[in-house]
């Protein structure tokens, strides 16, 4: 007798430093192939995809991606979890797993995506947080910073912060959350929000902040920048390693207290 498929929501949380971002690569390590591999194993052989709610970069870590996913399989919901967390490696951890209705669609479903930057501010660089934060030594004017951070909230056209291998064409995104949060002398984190990002617009942003931080770059340039439409944004995008796709949303999700 034949299974029949259903599917899948998996909620994922991983480290990317040891991967070439999320989506699959034929000859490189990806948490997407990963994934699809031990899928694969728990249909007996026959072929399994997943699809995920955001395309994290080489060396981006999740604490919530969202995964959907059609299987075939008699196990339920729980021993499913349970052969995940036994099956995957350790640096891939999946956090929840619920059989869903088959019109759930992990990326176009989403409503709101937030993802966070951390900032390692101290001397000589903490090595516990080498592989999860950007390191910069120099002092950074975060008057300034949010002064910018300002700037960029609201709907509009993020061709200007977009990353060269960016495929959309639609290009309008709504950040309602823009926000840097300062942690003692030596830790600070970006957090933004929005409906949906471009390839490597959150490590742009961040990229160009520190530039305002550092006093290169006026924060009213800004505005200036946003407005041209293309890219123009004078800092280096800010590495993979600092940014984490935090949260995603999803219309039915229960709110949050």
Same mark, same amino acid.
């Given at each position: 007798?034949i299974r029949p498929a259903?599917?899948? /929501?998996?909620?994922?949380?991983?480290?990317?430093?040891?991967?070439?971002?999320?989506?699959?690569?034929?000859?490189?390590?990806?948490?997407?192939?990963?994934?699809? /591999?031990?899928? $694969?194993?728990?249909?007996?052989?026959?072929?399994?995809?997943?699809?995920?709610? !955001?395309?994290?970069?080489?060396?981006?870590?999740?604490?919530?991606?969202?995964?959907?996913?059609?299987?075939?399989?008699?196990?339920?919901?729980?021993?499913?979890?349970?052969?995940?967390?036994?099956?995957?490696?350790?640096?891939?951890?999946?956090?929840?797993?619920?059989?869903?209705?088959?019109?759930? %669609?992990?990326?176009?479903?989403?409503?709101?995506?937030?993802?966070?930057?951390?900032?390692?501010?101290?001397?000589?660089?903490?090595?516990?947080?080498?592989?999860?934060?950007?390191?910069?030594?120099?002092?950074?004017?975060? %008057?300034?910073?949010?002064?910018?951070?300002?700037?960029?909230?609201?709907?509009?056209?993020?061709?200007?912060?977009?990353?060269?291998?960016? %495929?959309?064409?639609?290009?309008?995104?709504?950040?309602?959350?823009? /926000?840097?949060?300062?942690? !003692?002398?030596d830790e600070a984190w970006?957090?933004? $929000?929005?409906?949906?990002?471009?390839?490597?617009?959150?490590?742009?942003?961040?990229?160009?902040?520190?530039?305002?931080? /550092?006093?290169?770059?006026a924060a009213g340039r800004?505005?200036?920048?946003?407005?041209?439409?293309?890219?123009?944004?004078?800092?280096?995008?800010?590495?993979?390693?600092?940014?984490?796709?935090?949260?995603?949303?999803?219309?039915?999700?229960?709110?949050?207290?």
């Amino acid at each position: 007798m034949i299974r029949p498929a259903r599917r899948l /929501r998996i909620d994922l949380a991983y480290d990317g430093t040891d991967y070439s971002g999320w989506q699959f690569q034929t000859r490189e390590r990806t948490v997407q192939g990963t994934l699809e /591999r031990v899928l $694969t194993r728990l249909q007996g052989g026959e072929p399994a995809r997943a699809s995920g709610a !955001g395309r994290t970069d080489a060396g981006v870590h999740a604490r919530q991606q969202v995964v959907d996913t059609l299987l075939r399989s008699r196990l339920d919901d729980a021993d499913l979890h349970h052969a995940l967390r036994r099956m995957l490696p350790r640096d891939v951890r999946p956090v929840a797993l619920r059989t869903v209705s088959d019109s759930f %669609d992990a990326r176009c479903n989403a409503v709101l995506k937030t993802y966070r930057y951390r900032l390692d501010l101290s001397r000589d660089g903490d090595p516990f947080l080498a592989r999860y934060a950007m390191h910069h030594r120099a002092a950074l004017d975060f %008057d300034a910073i949010k002064d910018a951070l300002r700037r960029f909230r609201g709907r509009r056209d993020w061709s200007a912060m977009a990353g060269a291998a960016c %495929d959309k064409d639609d290009r309008v995104r709504d950040l309602t959350v823009a /926000r840097v949060d300062v942690d !003692g002398p030596d830790e600070a984190w970006f957090t933004f $929000t929005a409906d949906g990002f471009l390839n490597h617009m959150v490590r742009n942003i961040v990229g160009t902040l520190v530039e305002v931080g /550092r006093g290169r770059l006026a924060a009213g340039r800004i505005d200036e920048i946003l407005a041209a439409g293309q890219r123009m944004q004078p800092g280096a995008s800010a590495p993979g390693r600092g940014l984490v796709l935090w949260s995603v949303r999803y219309p039915d999700d229960p709110m949050e207290e």
